[in-house]
């Protein structure tokens, strides 16, 4: 098991406490899949639907890590049924789930 960097463990405690804008100024730069995947939740907390997905796809492509995985899938579903698109979601995401 790898451990985090300190900037990805206060990014999380950000967006635990509704801080987004500091979890961004933490890991807005960072490339890494779970770096990725904090980015998208920070940007969907703002409400930024299409950074947030761009983000958190990117994650997806970046690693094999389950629980990475499992975080970005996560925030892709909460996504979908914020902004409405739930018939995008039965119809597109969730065989993308089952498949991986």
Do not use: C, F
């Amino acid at each position: 098991m790898k451990t985090n960097s300190p900037l990805v463990v206060a990014a999380g405690r950000a967006l635990a406490r509704g801080e987004p804008l500091s979890a961004l100024a933490l890991v807005g730069r960072l490339d890494s899949a779970l770096g990725l995947t904090l980015r998208g939740i920070a940007y969907a907390q703002v409400g930024d639907w299409e950074l947030a997905k761009q983000s958190l796809e990117r994650a997806l492509t970046r690693t094999d890590d389950e629980r990475t995985r499992a975080h970005a899938h996560a925030a892709l579903v909460e996504i979908a049924l914020s902004t409405g698109a739930s018939r995008m979601l039965l119809l597109g995401l969730v065989p993308t789930l089952e498949g991986d």
